[in-house]
């Protein structure tokens, strides 16, 4: 069974432009989880989705927002972009909303300049 | 929300048990994951814990106290491969359900000979 994928795995972008990062789960799973990781603040959660709504929502700004398709492909976007959104973007997915392992995909590296 | 703290680095010799610990404070808790997670790569399940006591895994086991907020990730028999970023993750108790799993920031193992 294939993995979580991700594209792009590497993104460079400059201030003030937009981008927007895709995630394709494990067959037949139905929630998708997005995550921000860096250097100082580790691994943060961004939101979730599952059949097509968002269930839950971090800490984060307006900027990032994301949606999720009825074959369970997700995307992120973030507008705006800043200097600190340089992180490694991960996707997870898993079966159900809860209850289940999630299963992380390789990420994608994102340097704002 | 959640509060998770775990070691920074830690150092073990090959063959030898090391034991990772993890403390949380919780607002409301369903369930407590570990991570292990290669530099540059995605982070792979190890375990999780709902309940109280201790689940085993080959090499691996981790431990959970509810009451006292506290879990332990154990490796035997450690391997050079075993040196990574090990990282505890508690899932929130949210209403509605799903996955918003809040991340320690990692504890290094380093393998020696």
């Known amino acids: 069974k294939a993995g979580v994928t991700q594209t792009p795995r590497y993104l460079i972008k400059t201030r003030g432009q937009q981008v927007t990062l895709s995630c394709s789960p494990i067959?037949?799973?139905?929630?998708v989880s997005w995550y921000q990781q860096t250097p100082g603040q580790g691994l943060q959660f961004l939101f979730e989705?599952?059949?097509?709504?968002?269930?839950n929502k971090g800490n984060f700004p307006g900027r990032f927002s994301g949606r999720q398709f009825s074959n369970s492909r997700s995307e992120m976007n973030v507008s705006t972009l800043e200097l600190g959104d340089s992180a490694l973007y991960l996707c997870?997915?898993?079966?159900?909303?809860?209850?289940?392992?999630?299963?992380f995909g390789p990420g994608t590296r994102l340097l704002v300049l | 929300g959640q509060n998770i703290d775990q070691p920074t680095e830690m150092t073990a010799t090959e063959g030898a048990i090391v034991q990772i610990n993890c403390t949380y404070q919780?607002?409301?808790?369903?369930?407590l994951f570990w991570y292990q997670q290669h530099a540059g790569e995605a982070p792979t399940f190890l375990s999780y814990?709902?309940?109280?006591g201790l689940e085993e895994k080959g090499r691996f086991s981790s431990f959970l106290s509810r009451s006292k907020g506290y879990s332990y990730l154990l490796l035997k028999e450690l391997q050079m491969k075993d040196s990574a970023s090990y990282l505890c993750?508690?899932?929130?108790?949210?209403?509605?359900?799903?996955?918003?799993?809040?991340f320690g920031t990692g504890t290094q193992l380093k393998v020696e000979l």
């Open positions: 989705y599952f059949s097509e709504t968002q269930r």
């Open positions: 919780t607002s409301g808790f369903n369930g």
């Open positions: 993750a508690v899932r929130d108790l949210v209403t509605g359900g799903g996955n918003k799993l809040t």
């Open positions: 067959s037949g799973h139905r929630s």
């Open positions: 814990n709902v309940l109280d």
């Open positions: 997870a997915s898993s079966f159900t909303s809860e209850g289940e392992t999630q299963y």
